[in-house]
């Protein structure tokens, strides 16, 4: 039973230093970025809007109003989306973030003559995603996007 005692005691102890762990900004922002990976997967176009600035606007020409019918397009097009998100790097300067990061997007349509495992559409893109503190909140204030093939005109 004396040994016991010290394990149970270890055990509490390390139970609340993890418990302690304070969210930090970089985390607040990387959570954003997997509801909207986790939103995309689910076709959850609500979701993902909600995490947008309504000043949103990227170089791409889209808005807050007109992002909504880029992504009806994209999950129209395919039945199943998957993302996967890769090399993450955030930056945080006082009320502004940035996110850059690679992410694998893949789609499948419904064609029944395609086996259901593969993909119709692959693609790896360079995202440079910046976000702007609103209300005490993270919110995707512009994002920039380009097919990793396509960067340096390869």
């Known amino acids: 039973m004396k040994r016991f005692v010290p394990l149970v005691a270890l055990c509490i102890l390390l139970a609340s230093a993890l418990g302690c762990h304070k969210e930090t900004e970089q985390d607040k922002v990387k959570k954003i ?13 609500r979701k993902i809007i909600n995490t947008l600035s309504r000043t949103y ?22 039945q199943k989306i ?11 300067e006082g009320a502004s973030a940035k996110a850059l990061f690679q992410a694998v997007l ?7 003559s395609t086996p259901a495992l593969l993909p119709e559409s692959l693609g790896m893109y360079a995202f440079d995603v910046t976000f702007t503190k609103e209300s ?19």
């Open 33 to 45: 970025i997997t509801t909207v990976q986790a939103a995309a997967e689910d076709k959850d176009i």
């Open 57 to 78: 606007s990227d170089q791409q020409g889209y808005t807050y109003d007109t992002i909504k019918g880029l992504l009806l397009g994209y999950f129209f097009r395919h």
């Open 82 to 92: 998957s993302v996967y998100v890769t090399n993450l790097d955030i930056s945080v």
């Open 106 to 112: 893949t789609g499948r349509g419904t064609s029944e």
């Open 136 to 154: 005490d909140e993270w919110k995707v204030a512009s994002a920039k996007w380009e097919r990793v093939a396509e960067k340096g005109g390869s």
